[in-house]
């Protein structure tokens, strides 16, 4: 739709990508009717250049953090623990609407765990590249579980 198309073209420009960055499967979805859906579909492909095509945005949280898990935990295992106890603050006492709100999302999605991410990797690679990230040692020093923890 033309509303979808817009908004997907506000995210890219406001980046600084090429028009035609987004995967097209973003705006084809059924979920992306949704517009908070949309943003945050499209915010995690741009961000990392991975389509998560689950058919819900607490299914998208979902599988956003079990990557995280999966790739990260290995090298920063106090870091993905403390995007676990941000995603049980979040869904403390909430209804799945509420979860879904925006604010709701943003505090699952873009905590400084998303962020500190970005700090593991060298400037020639995105989140997307979970191989062979550049580890910076302050960064990781911040994560790792120490004797008193």
Request: proline share 5%; charged share 25%; glycine share 4%.
């Amino acid at each position: 739709s033309v509303a979808r198309r817009s908004i997907l073209e506000s995210m890219v420009e406001r980046l600084g990508k090429a028009p035609d960055t987004i995967d097209p499967r973003i705006a084809k979805h059924h979920a992306s009717r949704s517009p908070l859906y949309l943003r945050v579909a499209a915010t995690c492909f741009l961000q990392t250049g991975v389509f998560l095509p689950s058919a819900t945005l607490d299914g998208m949280i979902c599988d956003i953090i079990e990557r995280l898990e999966r790739d990260y935990f290995p090298l920063c295992p106090g870091m993905v623990q403390r995007a676990f106890s941000s995603v049980a603050r979040s869904r403390r006492g909430l209804t799945d609407e509420e979860l879904m709100s925006l604010a709701g999302a943003s505090r699952l999605l873009w905590s400084n765990f998303w962020w500190d991410c970005h700090d593991l990797l060298d400037g020639s690679q995105t989140l997307v590249n979970f191989h062979h990230p550049a580890l910076d040692d302050q960064v990781v020093a911040r994560y790792m579980p120490t004797e008193e923890d």
